[in-house]
């Protein structure tokens, strides 16, 4: 009958340690990867790279007219003429406006 062996059993407090600490860890991690997840959506930037394509698309084709300026969302997008030296450019922003994070791009007016 060696299955019928007395095993040495845990006390009340070791056994609510452990729990306390698998709780602790558990927190942790979880926060962790609620961070990191909240990061990744933030940074997340192809949208409005996209959004600054269709703008250069639609400049192109004539479809807006300077000086443009359109919100979408937390998102300010703003198309203006530039000149610098000979060349006339034109500059697309797109601004956060929570975070202040922004793209620019500019490419040389063909008119």
Known sequence: MAVLKKIK??????T???TVLI???FMISSMLLNSMFANSIKSRKHHVISHMQRLKYELQNHSIQMPYTKKDGDWKYT???EPEGRLNYV???AA?????????DK?????
């Open 23 to 25: 709780v602790i860890i």
């Open 79 to 81: 198309v203006y003429h």
């Open 107 to 111: 490419m040389i007016l063909n008119e």
């Open 91 to 93: 500059v697309l922003e």
């Open 9 to 14: 059993a845990a006390t009340l407090m070791e």
């Open 96 to 104: 956060h406006l929570k975070s202040k994070k922004a793209f620019k």
């Open 16 to 18: 609510l340690v452990a």
